[in-house]
């Protein structure tokens, strides 16, 4: 794995969490909720883009603390991350992060 695909994975997991909350069978406790609360097709538009709103910013926030950039829970500091061969991760995630957090459809 390489920093690029760290961050695609973390995207994919956004677009999973999305796509599972906003389901017409939802299996999560937040999908369930979301569902059980009737809305209206003008209502669920809404709730979509603020769920793609607020799950990027988690995701983006947490990679970014990750490789140094922000804090996590008032802390910030860069770690080293490395995937189960040794190959480095950290250092580049910013960069990726933006560009698949902010610059695709999300």
């Known amino acids: 794995m390489n920093t690029e695909e760290l961050v695609k994975a973390f995207y994919t997991e956004k677009q999973d969490f999305l796509k599972e909350y906003l389901s017409e069978n939802p299996e999560t406790e937040v999908g369930q909720l979301i569902k059980s609360l009737n809305l209206t097709n ?22 970014l603390g990750l490789d140094g950039c922000a804090s996590i829970g008032g802390i910030q500091e860069m770690y080293e991350l490395k ?24």
């Open 42 to 63: 003008e209502q669920s538009v809404i709730m979509e883009k603020v769920m793609n709103s607020a799950l990027p910013d988690v995701f983006y926030t947490i990679l």
């Open 83 to 106: 995937d189960e061969n040794g190959n480095q991760l950290s250092g580049e995630i910013e960069g990726y992060a933006y560009e698949y957090f902010h610059e695709s459809n999300q």
